[in-house]
């Protein structure tokens, strides 16, 4: 009896007679349903989010199939329905990574101490798998993505096979995924994947925007024939397109498709049976003590700390960057700014519609993460409290923390800004909106200061998309868009000054503007900090109160 067939709960040469593949897949499927039914029990919230997601999910899924059968005839309707075979992996590929916890039974870690075969049981996760409201959005798609496409006997005959397949095939890739990653899923790295899964989304919807203007613009479907071309031949969409080639009558090529997506369906069985097997017989090396060489060095001045300057600065400044590295809500925070900040100018100037005033978000964005300085410490924020005992000690705090934001935030507005005028060729704007960029940054950094010590707030740590605590949604709405508006009044003379020079023709004196804003926002920042330190300092206990909460 070799490894794979050793019962995956059990030591290898142990025969387990139970738990075979007979009644394994009922067995399944039911186990499925009621964690499905036990979930729904929890509150009645829970039930209305499901059922509304269900009802959306549905009308969603019959929106599409409806307007995938409406394509039926059209010429380029192929390249269409392989792109969105496409575009389908890619989704079930990622939805584990992201989301690994919207199913229990992803995580086969939980059957480890059963006495269970590999293959029955690969079996029984597949057919369970199959229920849910992914897989009936998946199969609604790929019905209506053949019937686009079917057109004749043999036409038919191949849509039979390939709608059901590509299900088979989306499914099996994202049980693979999710198995050979579930101690990474089930880490600190791996709820950190899931805090930026709203990031992905975001830019996944404006890469969808992005695609479909220039689909516009290119005359339509026929701008996907390219791309369509190559993903024929990569199962799933290999399946869809052997559908489209056999309704032409080129047999040999629908064939062909048709077995690369067969062939891939068996070796994504097998990888993901390997997988499990590792998983199950394997230890985890997270468990093991560490051997000579493995310990961690610790702070000698070495490192990072090597290069901080020394007194309050050095560690303050070192403590908010291991925030940003290590946090899972300030990591958050701040890939959703860095991307952001990027997206929106980038694609507005490759859109050709764009103007290079729009790379100011870069330095809007990351300023806002001065706001609400100390409700990423939440609790261990008294630590702080004990070694601040003057408006000195606030001062050097707000400082460092702002020259932690500052070590990110320049370099990154001058490489947005200086990308966007590359995109745009709008090189001599660029010293005036770099001076502008600079004065709101500036200006963010005072008002935040002056927010964080006023209106401070509780981040939970609890939920991946829970930034506020239960009764403070007030407090933080006053403090970042109060901010905000704080911030566009402060940066009001270099604004009516950039609007002057461009209206009175006078382009050749925005450099001026670089020394500027640079200059005004420093001022304005140190304005900022010293009017955030007495009050910081006079309010540590109100400070410590708020941001514990939750």
């Not at 994947?193 to 996944?204: E, K, M, Q, T």
């Not at 026929?222 to 993903?231: I, T």
């Not at 052997?242 to 032409?248: C, F, L, P, T």
Request: charged share 10%; proline share 5%; with cysteine.
């Amino acid at each position: 009896m070799s490894v794979l067939d050793t019962p995956v709960g059990t030591a290898p040469g142990r025969d387990t007679t139970r738990g075979g593949g007979e009644g394994l897949v009922p067995v399944f499927v039911r186990l499925k349903l009621t964690l499905l039914r036990n979930g729904l029990r929890q509150s009645t919230g829970r039930r209305a989010a499901y059922i509304t997601s269900v009802v959306v999910t549905l009308l969603i899924a019959a929106g599409q199939l409806i307007g995938l059968i409406a394509l039926r005839g059209h010429a380029h309707a192929g390249s269409l329905v392989v792109a969105l075979a496409g575009v389908l992996a890619v989704g079930w590929t990622v939805m584990p990574l992201f989301f690994p916890s919207g199913d229990e039974t992803l995580d086969p870690s939980r059957l480890v101490m059963l006495p269970l075969r590999p293959r029955p049981l690969i079996a029984a996760l597949l057919v369970a798998s199959l229920v849910g409201i992914g897989p009936l959005f998946t199969l609604c798609l790929a019905a209506g993505s053949v019937f686009a496409v079917a057109h004749g006997a043999a036409g038919a005959v191949f849509a039979v096979v390939a709608a059901p397949l590509t299900l088979l095939l989306c499914v099996a890739l994202t049980r693979a995924v999710a198995t050979a990653n579930t101690r990474l899923l089930t880490s600190r790295k791996g709820r950190d994947l899931a805090v930026l899964s709203g990031l992905v989304i975001a830019v996944g919807f404006q890469v969808v925007n992005f695609g479909a203007q220039r689909l516009g613009r290119a005359g339509g479907l026929a701008a996907l024939d390219p791309v369509a071309d190559v993903l024929r031949w990569l199962p799933p969409a290999s399946a869809i397109g052997s559908v489209d080639a056999a309704s032409q009558g080129s047999y040999g090529q629908a064939a062909v498709q048709l077995l690369l997506s067969v062939a891939a369906l068996f070796a994504l069985l097998w990888l993901w049976q390997r997988s499990l097997v590792k998983l199950m017989t394997a230890p985890d090396g997270s468990t093991l003590a560490a051997g000579p060489g493995r310990e961690k060095s610790g702070r000698n001045g070495s490192g990072l700390a090597a290069l901080l300057p020394a007194g309050r600065t050095g560690p303050v400044l070192e403590r908010s960057l291991r925030y940003i590295a290590r946090d899972p809500k300030t990591k958050a925070s701040w890939v959703t700014a860095l991307a952001i900040g990027l997206i929106v100018p980038m694609f507005n100037a490759l859109q050709g519609t764009g103007s290079l005033y729009f790379a100011c978000f870069a330095a809007g964005m990351l300023g806002m993460q001065m706001y609400n300085q100390f409700g990423q410490d939440t609790s261990a924020f008294w630590m702080v409290t004990l070694t601040i005992s003057s408006t000195r000690d606030a001062y050097l705090e707000l400082r460092a923390r702002a020259l932690a934001l500052l070590l990110i935030t320049l370099p990154y507005t001058v490489l947005v800004t200086v990308a966007t005028a590359a995109v745009l060729d709008d090189w001599g704007a660029l010293p005036g909106v770099m001076g502008l960029s600079l004065a709101l940054l500036g200006a963010m950094l005072a008002t935040g200061a002056v927010a964080s010590a006023t209106f401070p707030y509780s981040i939970p740590q609890d939920g991946a998309f829970k930034n506020v605590a239960p009764g403070q949604a007030g407090l933080a709405w006053i403090s970042i868009f109060g901010g905000m508006v704080s911030a566009a009044v402060l940066c009001a003379p270099v604004i009516a000054v950039t609007i002057w020079l461009r209206v009175a023709g006078m382009d050749p004196w925005l450099w001026l503007l670089l020394p500027a804003g640079a200059g005004y926002g420093a001022l304005i920042a140190w304005t900022g900090l010293r009017l955030a330190a007495p009050r910081t300092a006079n309010r540590l206990p109100e400070i410590l109160a708020a941001v514990s909460k939750g």
